[in-house]
């Protein structure tokens, strides 16, 4: 059995694979790193390999590391961002410092399509380019959904909202008022960005949308795009295939 972990900013996603057997462990929100591991099912003493790509910072990698190796038996393997790698071409000064999410979710991007456009509807909502020739061309970082909420409620005393759905039409309450006007701009930011970048690319371009936010956006994107929910799993399982 293989292993692969993707470790976000505030959540870790696993997914197991012994032949043609997949197990895909879902999503859990919680950086208590060596409790989150322990949830893994499946793969005690059992693995062959453990392949994980981590955002979460040097010393959480440790913690990481320790918690996969007295759950597995087997001495995990970090995947970082590169220079160059399966075809794509960092345009980072310092590779290392690109969040190797979103290295690998270009490189599986690239490896399946070609150009594209990498929408991560994370705690941070990312948009990164690829062109045919995997020239990574540079992206955008601003807040996610639920970044933004928190930074509104907590810097704004009056106004208490709970989680509600949204929609893109005005808001006739408080709560309304909020969810609607952030997926507003949250979907703006994105359209516009989207439709920049299929003039620079090819209007045929895939977008490809990825993130646990992505059902709170999607229905709200006025474009065609492919939802690719495991994308950064898809991408580390491709690159340890390779490189195994």
Same mark, same amino acid.
């Given at each position: 059995?293989?292993?692969?972990?993707?470790?976000?900013?505030? =959540? $870790?996603?696993?997914? /197991?694979?012994?032949? %043609?057997?997949?197990?895909? *462990? !879902?999503?859990?929100?919680?950086?208590?790193?060596?409790?989150?591991?322990?949830?893994?099912?499946?793969?005690?003493?059992?693995?062959?390999?453990?392949?994980?790509?981590?955002?979460?910072?040097?010393?959480?990698?440790?913690?990481?590391?320790?918690?996969?190796?007295?759950?597995?038996?087997?001495?995990?393997?970090?995947?970082?961002?590169?220079?160059?790698?399966?075809?794509?071409?960092?345009?980072?000064?310092?590779?290392?410092?690109?969040?190797?999410?979103?290295?690998?979710?270009?490189?599986?991007?690239?490896?399946?399509?070609?150009?594209?456009?990498?929408?991560?509807?994370?705690? =941070? $909502?990312?948009?990164? /380019?690829?062109?045919? %020739?995997?020239?990574?061309? *540079? !992206?955008?970082?601003?807040?996610?959904?639920?970044?933004?909420?928190?930074?509104?409620?907590?810097?704004?005393?009056?106004?208490?909202?709970?989680?509600?759905?949204?929609?893109?039409?005005?808001?006739?309450?408080?709560?309304?008022?909020?969810?609607?006007?952030?997926?507003?701009?949250?979907?703006?930011?994105?359209?516009?960005?989207?439709?920049?970048?299929?003039?620079?690319?090819?209007?045929?371009?895939?977008?490809?949308?990825?993130?646990?936010?992505?059902?709170?956006?999607?229905?709200?994107?006025?474009?065609?795009?492919?939802?690719?929910?495991?994308?950064?799993?898809?991408?580390?399982?491709?690159?340890?295939?390779?490189?195994?």
């Amino acid at each position: 059995m293989k292993l692969f972990v993707d470790v976000g900013n505030t =959540a $870790l996603k696993w997914r /197991a694979r012994s032949g %043609s057997d997949v197990v895909q *462990g !879902g999503c859990r929100h919680e950086r208590r790193w060596a409790e989150v591991v322990e949830t893994i099912a499946g793969v005690d003493g059992g693995c062959e390999s453990v392949w994980v790509a981590s955002v979460a910072g040097a010393e959480s990698d440790k913690d990481i590391a320790n918690a996969l190796r007295l759950k597995t038996g087997v001495e995990p393997q970090f995947y970082y961002s590169q220079a160059d790698d399966y075809g794509v071409t960092s345009c980072y000064p310092e590779p290392r410092r690109l969040g190797v999410d979103r290295w690998v979710a270009m490189v599986e991007c690239h490896q399946r399509f070609g150009a594209g456009i990498i929408v991560d509807c994370g705690s =941070a $909502l990312t948009i990164d /380019a690829v062109n045919a %020739s995997g020239q990574f061309l *540079g !992206g955008y970082i601003v807040p996610g959904l639920g970044m933004l909420r928190g930074a509104l409620l907590r810097d704004t005393a009056d106004v208490h909202v709970e989680t509600g759905s949204a929609q893109l039409g005005l808001g006739k309450s408080t709560a309304e008022c909020v969810h609607n006007g952030l997926l507003r701009m949250s979907v703006a930011f994105v359209t516009e960005v989207v439709l920049e970048l299929r003039q620079v690319l090819d209007d045929t371009c895939k977008v490809l949308i990825t993130g646990g936010d992505a059902p709170a956006l999607m229905d709200a994107f006025g474009f065609d795009f492919t939802h690719v929910p495991d994308l950064v799993l898809d991408g580390l399982e491709r690159i340890a295939a390779d490189k195994e």
